[in-house]
């Protein structure tokens, strides 16, 4: 399942898209586009506007879009071209409007902190820390969560060295290991969670943190081993590696009759009490 939601950036409504399987918000470009020139017609805008970038820097900025349907003026779903946070970073470097700054704030605010913070990543692990503990994690799941953030980070850096390229790519293969260490997709163990646009691992318990962390770290490191490159050889290691923190996860069931995958989440009160009346 995939959500819709308004966003609200200086009284322009800015239309989201959350893609479950991706984890990723996707923003309509013609709301931004609205909201940073406050042009009458910013459909025209728009198309005037990738004309103009692709005559001066040969860039198509549609190769950066995805189309989606979302709801129009009237009611109807009708395709719009969307983008994900890191590509309207990119679209507004081409809008001239006294806007940009403040709208690049509000992008992070929305949920975008890391991409402000590529060029200084301890300022953003400073930041992760803070939220947490004004969260109430403890300082040993807070370890646990950054520890397990850093083998995931190499991971993915493996994967963009060795042709792997695309968001959805990313996803499926984080889905295969998941699947295999778990037994459950990343859809369902959110769903277990009754999780919707949260990330998953920021509701994890520290075995399944644990679990997690050990399935990754063995995906790269049996990639390594034989230069895994491409969707088919990352796949199978992912298989292998997910494989290996099953076999542990199981051995720790059979020694504490306890499932490691539970609903355990870090939701507010108030949320998990709307969650409860909606079921």
């Keep these: 399942m ?4 308004l ?3 200086e009284n322009h409504k800015i239309r989201r898209h959350y893609d479950e399987n991706t984890e990723t918000w ?24 990738k004309m103009r970038v692709k005559n001066e820097d040969g860039l198509e900025l549609s190769t950066i879009c995805r189309q989606l349907k979302m709801k ?3 009611g109807k779903m009708r395709e719009t ?5 890191e590509g309207l970073l990119r679209i507004i470097q081409s809008i001239p409007s006294p806007k940009a700054e403040p709208f690049k704030r ?11 913070d590529m060029s200084d990543p301890a300022r953003s692990l400073d930041r992760a820390r803070e939220y947490w503990q004004q969260h109430g994690r403890s300082e040993k799941w807070i370890q646990q969560r950054m520890m397990g953030q850093e083998t995931r980070n190499k991971l993915t850096d493996y994967w963009k060295d060795h042709e792997i390229t695309k968001e959805d790519e990313y996803a ?3 889905n295969i290991i998941h699947q295999e260490w778990s037994g459950v997709s990343v859809k369902k163990h959110k769903d277990i969670k009754k999780l919707k646009a949260q990330n998953l691992r920021d509701h994890m318990t520290e075995a399944e943190l644990i679990f997690t962390a050990l399935a990754e770290l063995s995906t790269r490191q049996i990639a390594e081993s034989v230069d895994a ?8 290691a992912g298989k292998r590696g997910g494989k290996i923190a099953k076999n542990a996860r199981l051995e720790l069931e059979s020694k504490t009759g306890k499932s490691v995958i539970t609903g355990e989440n870090y939701l507010p009160p108030v949320q998990k009490q709307r969650k409860i009346k909606q079921n």
């Design 72 to 74: 129009a003026s009237d």
């Design 229 to 236: 490159t491409g969707m088919p050889e990352n796949a199978e």
């Design 172 to 174: 499926v293969l984080t």
């Design 81 to 85: 071209d969307t983008a994900n946070a």
């Design 2 to 5: 995939n959500e819709t939601a």
């Design 26 to 49: 996707y923003f309509s470009v013609i709301d931004v586009v609205a909201a940073l020139t406050d042009s009458i017609n910013p459909r025209d805008y728009w198309f005037r506007m």
């Design 106 to 116: 509000w992008l992070a605010k929305v949920g975008y902190e890391r991409l402000q």
């Design 7 to 9: 966003a609200v950036f």
